[in-house]
């Protein structure tokens, strides 16, 4: 059998010692190939554009997550800051410590996150901003709810996240890389008016696409965005409501459950609405029970029950009866 095989007895072990035809080693396949390369090409230098191109996006979505990231601490803590002004008596110096934080949050991160998306498509990077700016207009609108007991328009936030350039280069100390520009419109922003440039220049963008120094950069707000923080914020005003009547404070229920049932009667006039925008209405219309069912306990027994113990019977009443005749009830006696 071995002398069929070969003098040595080793089989194919000969064959398989050799160089096929043909055949290379990765290792050398990707040596030869790369030596083999023709940068001129046009092929090779449009991938070259698309390999700068979707770096540029990664690096930047990157970016504009650890933004987003740092808003949603920020407005949390802003948030916590916020609830309490439930039956205090400090409620101004809350107010003025959160303002102030606001302030800090626009300059910090949000011009920052205008930055990176000025000059690109907002859609293209919402997700990765997203979660935090609901956070933020959770946060806002029940900065102004306490303010002046009004639920804040889109625009209005628009406007706080709409920043003048020349201003903000200003505050960082970067004179010299600001050219003249006139104020014409003034608007409402974070930084007081926001100006529109005299004369727009067509300069060379670098990487990140930033337009010139003189200018308005803004951070886009889709409604979609907006609902989903009305969304949210529902749910802190349910939570006000009831360390409102831990603290003494019998008033506030009523007014949090008239505006809570003005949003819920919008959020069910829509239709084929995302999955997100429906399990968030689940959640705005438990929390429009709760307080309801709050307002029906301080109505049936708040005059036989202690104002320090009625926190406590809020967390037992979540299996009380609540029919139509007890919720009209409840609308003619707070005139709501």
Do not use: W
Not at 26 to 50: H, M, N, W
Not at 142 to 160: C, G, S, T
Not at 254 to 264: D, E, F, S, T, Y
Not at 279 to 297: G, H, I, M
């Amino acid at each position: 059998m071995a002398s069929k095989q070969g003098g040595n007895g080793r089989g194919r072990g000969r064959f398989r010692k050799q160089n096929r035809s043909g055949y290379h080693s990765p290792k050398e396949k990707g040596t030869k190939s790369t030596e083999q390369l023709d940068e001129t090409s046009p092929v090779i230098q449009a991938f070259r554009i698309f390999q700068r191109e979707l770096d540029s996006r990664n690096d930047r979505n990157e970016r504009i997550v650890k933004l987003s990231r740092d808003i949603t601490i920020e407005s949390k803590r802003i948030i916590f800051l916020l609830q309490r002004c439930a039956g205090s008596e400090e409620k101004e110096d809350v107010l003025s410590e959160a303002a102030g934080k606001f302030k800090e949050l626009y300059r910090t991160k949000f011009y920052p996150l205008a930055l990176e998306l000025d000059g690109q498509d907002p859609y293209q990077y919402l997700r990765a901003y997203s979660a935090g700016l609901q956070e933020y207009i959770e946060a806002v609108t029940f900065y102004h709810y306490l303010l002046d007991d009004n639920l804040m328009r889109l625009n209005k936030i628009q406007a706080d996240l709409t920043f003048n350039r020349k201003a903000q280069e200003t505050k960082a100390g970067n004179q010299e890389k600001i050219t003249e520009c006139v104020q014409s419109t003034p608007a409402a922003a974070s930084d007081g008016a926001v100006p529109s440039p005299k004369n727009e220049q067509d300069t060379s963008s670098p990487v990140n696409n930033e337009t010139e120094p003189c200018g308005v950069v803004t951070v886009p707000i889709p409604p979609s965005e907006y609902m989903l923080g009305i969304a949210d914020f529902t749910g802190e005003l349910m939570r006000m409501a009831i360390n409102s009547v831990g603290a003494g404070d019998l008033e506030s229920p009523a007014l949090v459950l008239n505006l809570l049932r003005i949003i819920h009667t919008a959020f069910t006039n829509f239709s084929n609405i995302p999955r997100e925008l429906r399990q968030k209405s689940k959640v705005l219309s438990q929390s429009l029970q709760k307080v309801e069912r709050a307002c029906y306990t301080l109505r049936v027994r708040g005059s036989e029950i202690p104002k320090h113990m009625l926190a406590d019977v809020f967390s037992s009443a979540g299996s009380m009866p609540m029919d139509s005749f007890i919720n009209h009830e409840l609308e003619e006696q707070y005139s709501i």
